[in-house]
């Protein structure tokens, strides 16, 4: 049996172990296609291996769990299979809401007393490195004579799956070697060795985050003993898996030590990086012997396309005398950051313009292309061939910059006039994920994803997804693809963030929506003293490698910084994520955010607008006194203008208090257009430039700047809401309904589509679906009135007054309590037909200054009014 064969006999059988067995008979019969004698291979290895042989045990064990349905408090959903140390189920931890993994330890493991207290010992020596690329532990525990682990629940492809798949580039390979290295460097500083590093024990979730599993607990799982292990020595394919990413030292049976997992990262980088694994064979002899004593091919004569260093690095990694290895995962991971970032400086200069290779003796090894980067000594050393096959490159590289020169010097006008690489001009940034295992941080996770939004807004000719479009997505694992797809974006750009008391680490990839490749990837570890220049250098590196062009003004507007305060930014992060939750508590917690960050650093001119957008929304998302809190908003939106005047939210927070308000249209107009010459791109103020244009029946206008509104953010649904209402405003009501309609199935627990519905049907004449619909917008938000008033209104005219009028007395008994405007009540009173009744009730509104008011002009269920003078008068005070 030839090499080739041997290995994928190998990853069929890894591959099979993984599934569940009533699903092994439809994977066997896809993958091996009519290969009668493959199957038979796979099928006889399966069934003779250890997994499997301890089966009697773990069906006992599955019974009793299947019968019992929980493991301590955990309850079981389904088994996930078996390992050596035991059962695994997938199963739900319903104290916090979340799913874990748990492993059954077999009772021959339990019975050992010093082998379950060591076992015991390491999964708590684990469970404390709260590290991201580290399984982690949430417990160990027993239930009812039987031991247990339980561990958060990783749901994506083994490592081997991944290097079976084989499409990633090398950029994104090298990423997952790295967040591998990293957690190995965690866990051999915490004095903690693995043993059994291998791509059956790494898991690499759809984000591209990987997690290493079984820390401490390897080392332990001594199943197979005596005779057993001997006959498994010469069955062809046996456990020939893990005897591939041996060490020397182990497959010799010496003393191990930390460079045993370095020496294993190395294999498996060969293998993620090839395809193939450095030292095969037909038995697990054959391989032992083949780690002993063998050479593995260098990296670059499987693929010339490679970099030299790239052999460099692994063949260090692999070698057989562990004092001339790494000698620590640490050496490895700065080397591997090291080979990325000159892989992918390399790349950006072949995009660019041509560049001279770099001169032996800069970078690592004398040969990475380290532009940029601080020079650097390191262990590694260059064999002679290794320095004749560089030399030879050089070489080569010189033979291509001296034919570009020429070509230059024919035409070099039209050279540089194309394009040098693929500009992205579209992009959606997902909400980052907070990994930290703490939700007291979930703002910082969605203050830096809005950040970033922000930031790349303002790049020219980027499409940049907002806020709203993108966060739709929290919570749920999307492939990037459907997102591109969904979105229309070229790329998308996730984000995991990790903080761990003063440190704090950022994980982004950029991914190719078209076809789910990663474009670039980076870790940033920095401490939190250092978060508000982190966002300016994200926002920057994300441009450049979007290869977007930007001039020096346009650089500096994207990397503005608005504080120099950590704790200020940190602040107006919790303001923003509060005020979003649109609830009493969360709103007026965010005013507290703000107001302290206006404390500590007075300038501020962001957490000045943040505090404006606050006082707003009490009065539009809580329906409280407008002349309470409108001039704060009001005041705290000029402050921010006197601070920096070239800020276009400030403009638009000013926009919306003269037009809700002041009644100020000409001048609230000039701040939204002022908004808009500072930020074309800024949703918020096409939005609101709408409503005005609407509200004075501008009605092709105000569409028109929806559309723009939409643009970037199409799935917002209070936008969506919004024009629902300006296409009833402009005599459009099927129209209304139709967006209205798929307005339902963007948020169904939203009530504002629905109360615009009411009014839809009202002006179709169809009060019955009116009532319905005003009815369920009450449902999902009794606290406001706007529903109820076209519930009276359309009951009214339904010919059913006593209902109609049972609500106003409802709001009248209400208004003894709490703020309640007399725009509601005298629509009813309207809709009743008691013109008297509903001008003094909308003279009440007028001196509540209620901002509804300035529908007056459009609505149409006022339209029998308006040639009354005294509604004639209260719109002239309305500014019309």
């Known amino acids: 049996m030839n090499s080739q064969r041997r290995q994928q006999i190998d990853r069929l059988l890894a591959s099979a172990l993984d599934r569940d067995p009533e699903d092994r008979t439809a994977f066997l019969d896809q993958v091996c296609d009519g290969d009668e004698e493959l199957r038979r291979e ?13 089966g009697g045990e773990a069906t006992q064990l599955l019974e009793k769990v299947t019968t019992d349905r929980t493991i301590g408090p955990y309850q079981v959903i389904r088994s996930l299979g078996a390992g050596g140390m035991g059962q695994v189920y997938l199963a739900r931890d319903e104290r916090l809401k979340r799913f874990v993994a748990v492993k059954v330890i077999p009772e021959h493991h339990a019975e050992d007393a010093d082998r379950l207290r060591r076992f015991r010992r390491e999964a708590l020596a684990v469970s404390a490195l709260n590290h991201p690329n580290i399984l982690t532990v949430y417990e160990v525990g ?35 070697v790295i967040q591998i290295a990293s957690a190995l460097a965690a866990a051999h500083t915490a004095g903690i060795i693995h043993r059994d590093i291998k791509p059956a024990n790494i898991m690499v979730r759809d984000d591209g985050l990987v997690k290493v599993l079984d820390f401490g607990i390897a080392k332990h799982s001594d199943l197979l003993e005596g005779a057993a292990q001997e006959s498994l020595l010469t069955t062809p394919g046996t456990v020939v898996g893990t005897a591939a990413y041996m060490s020397p030292e182990q497959a010799r049976g010496l003393s191990t030590d930390a460079r045993t997992d370095i020496w294993s990262l190395g294999v498996i980088t060969y293998e993620l990086i090839s395809g193939r694994r450095p030292f095969d064979g037909d038995t697990m002899l054959d391989v032992m012997s083949a780690v002993i004593e063998r050479q593995p091919q260098k990296l670059t004569e499987l693929d010339s396309t490679l970099p030299p260093d790239v052999d460099t690095l692994v063949l260090k990694a692999l070698n057989k005398n562990k004092d001339e290895r790494y000698q620590t995962a640490d050496q490895l991971l700065t080397d591997l950051k090291v080979l990325k970032k000159s892989i992918e400086s390399s790349e950006e200069q ?114 940049v997804k907002a806020r709203t479009s993108v966060f739709r997505y929290k919570g749920k694992d999307v492939d990037p693809q459907r997102v591109g797809s969904e979105l229309s974006v070229q790329a998308v750009l996730n984000g995991r963030v990790v903080k761990h008391d003063d440190d704090l680490t950022l994980y982004l990839s950029l991914v190719d929506s078209s076809n789910g490749n990663q474009i670039w990837g980076d870790r940033y570890e920095r401490k939190m003293s250092q978060l508000v220049t982190l966002q300016s250098e994200i926002a920057r590196d994300v441009s450049q490698k979007l290869r977007v062009r930007l001039s020096g003004a346009e650089e500096k507007k994207l990397t503005k910084d608005y504080t120099a305060n950590v704790e200020a930014y940190q602040l107006y992060l919790r303001g923003r994520f509060n005020i979003l939750k649109l609830t009493p508590d969360g709103i007026n917690e965010g005013i507290a955010c703000f107001q302290n960050a206006i404390a500590i650093d007075p300038n501020y001119a962001l957490a000045h607008v943040g505090l404006s957008d606050a006082y707003r929304s009490i009065v539009m998302s809580t329906e409280k006194q407008p002349e309470l809190f409108l001039p704060r908003s009001k005041a705290a939106a000029q402050k921010a203008l006197e601070i920096d005047d070239s800020l276009a939210d400030a403009h638009t927070a000013m926009g919306i208090t ?18 808009l010459e500072l930020d074309p791109k800024s949703a918020n103020a096409h939005l609101f430039y709408s409503h005005l244009l609407s509200n004075t029946g501008r009605h092709t206008e105000a569409l028109a700047e929806m559309r723009r509104a939409l643009e970037p953010d199409p799935f917002v649904p209070f936008s969506n809401a919004l024009q629902g209402q300006f296409l009833v405003n402009a005599g459009q009501s099927d129209e209304a309904l139709a967006v209205l309609q798929k307005t339902f199935l963007l948020a169904p627990g939203f009530w504002i589509p629905h109360a615009f519905a009411a009014s839809a049907y009202i002006e179709k004449g169809m009060f019955e679906k009116a009532v319905a619909e005003a009815r369920r917008a009450t449902e999902l938000s009794p606290a406001q009135t706007t529903s109820l008033a076209y519930e009276g209104y359309a009951l009214a005219k339904l010919g059913r007054l006593d209902e109609s009028r049972a609500i106003i007395s409802k709001l009248i008994v209400l208004s003894k309590t709490s703020f309640v405007s007399g725009l509601p009540i005298a629509m009813i009173y309207n809709g009743l037909g008691d013109k008297n009744k509903a001008i003094e009730y909308l003279e009440q509104a007028m001196q509540q200054h209620d901002p509804k008011l300035t529908f007056l002009k459009v609505d149409p269920k006022w339209k029998n009014l308006r040639d009354d003078p005294r509604f004639q008068d209260l719109m002239r005070r309305v500014g019309f």
């Open 142 to 176: 027993s239930f009812e004579g039987g031991d247990f682990i339980a561990t958060e629940f990783v749901d994506g492809q083994t490592l081997g799956a991944i290097i079976e798949n084989g499409k990633k580039s090398l950029q994104a390979k090298l990423d997952t």
């Open 350 to 463: 072949m995009l660019t313009a041509p560049q001279q290779p770099a001169p032996l003796g800069s970078g690592l090894a004398n040969g990475f292309l380290t532009d940029g980067l601080p020079e650097r000594r390191t262990a590694i050393d260059l064999t002679s061939d290794e320095k004749s096959q560089r030399l030879k490159t050089y070489q080569r590289a010189g033979l291509v910059v001296l034919l570009i020169l020429i070509i230059i010097g024919i035409g070099g006008y039209f050279y540089f006039r194309k394009p040098t690489g693929k500009t992205i001009e579209s992009i959606a940034v997902m909400p980052f994920i907070n990994e930290s295992g703490n939700s007291e941080i979930e703002y910082l996770a969605d203050g830096m994803t809005d950040s970033l939004i922000n930031s790349l807004s303002q790049v020219p000719n980027l499409s």
């Open 42 to 54: 796979v099928e006889s290895l399966v069934a003779n291996n250890p997994r499997i042989l301890v």
């Open 658 to 675: 003269l037009f809700w308000y002041d009644w100020n249209w000409t001048a609230s107009e000039n701040q939204f257009k002022r908004a």
